[in-house]
Nanobody, 124 residues
């Protein structure tokens, strides 16, 4: 059974930083792309950032480009999302996910495993 576990969420003030982590406890993501998505209340789950299987390629949503950085450690089966200069509109539940393929994808349907999510709340 695949298990992705997110951690690092919390309540922070606008302009500050937070780092989210995702651990793949079953070691099933090593050869797959991975991604971060977020979902705010009443909104669709949206792509935030993605990384390919070896970490050599990344992609970001326009809304976070220049502020967020995705990275992974294949040998430790972990993935991180460094979030800087947080804004109130970044408030959401953040999910990590494992892609069907080795490449990056921004489409939810291209991901097969999902974590339970971690809440990030940014106050103004």
């Amino acid at each position: 059974q695949v298990q992705l576990v997110e951690s690092g969420g919390g309540l922070v003030q606008a302009g500050t930083s937070l780092t989210l982590s995702c651990t793949d406890s079953k070691r099933t993501s090593s050869n797959n792309g991975m991604g971060w998505f977020r979902q705010a209340p009443g909104k669709e789950r949206e792509f935030v950032a993605g990384i390919n299987w070896n970490g050599g390629s990344t992609s970001y949503a326009d809304s976070v480009k220049g502020r967020f950085t995705i990275s992974r450690d294949r040998y430790k089966n972990t993935m991180s999302l460094q979030m800087n200069n947080l804004k109130p509109e970044d408030t959401a539940t953040y999910y990590c996910a494992t892609a069907l393929r080795a490449s990056i994808s921004s489409a939810k349907t291209d991901y097969k495993y999902w974590g339970q999510g971690t809440q990030v709340t940014v106050s103004s």
